[in-house]
């Protein structure tokens, strides 16, 4: 059964830091690009960024980032354990949101920030960032 499980979010204050990692059961991690999204209250989902699988050296392979984390934040992958971290730097109180991870149908991350390019999801972890 496939599965992707967030941890690692909390509240913290601006200027903080966190680490995200979803951990995947079910299939091979990096055979696959990973993506995260957030979203935020009253706002649509986001893509946030995206770690390709790393055998893959096409167009849309490696990382991607949204230009509001661009900077901020860093993705990447330990295939050992399965899972993909998300470090998320100089957080601000824009940054809160529920944020997913999600298993894109291919290894490569173009149109990352499409919803519809990923086809299993994590249920989510709250980030609140405020003092």
């Known amino acids: 059964q496939v599965q992707l499980v967030e941890s690692g979010g909390g509240l913290v204050q601006p200027g903080g830091s966190l680490r995200l990692s979803c951990v995947a059961s079910g299939f091979t991690l990096d055979a696959y690009a990973i993506g995260w999204f957030r979203r935020a209250p009253g706002k649509e989902r986001e893509g946030v960024s995206c770690?390709?699988?790393?055998?893959?050296?096409?167009?849309?392979?490696?990382?991607r980032y949204g230009d509001s984390v661009k900077g901020r934040f860093t993705i990447s992958r330990e295939n050992a354990k399965n899972t993909v971290y998300l470090q998320m730097n100089s957080l601000k109180p824009e940054d809160t949101a529920v944020y997913y991870c999600?298993?894109?149908?291919?290894?490569?991350?173009?149109?990352?920030?499409?919803?519809?390019?990923?086809?299993?999801w994590g249920q989510g972890a709250q980030v609140t960032v405020s003092s």
């Open positions: 999600a298993r894109g149908k291919y290894k490569h991350c173009a149109g990352y920030d499409n919803r519809y390019v990923y086809n299993a």
């Open positions: 770690i390709s699988s790393s055998d893959f050296t096409g167009s849309g392979g490696g990382t």
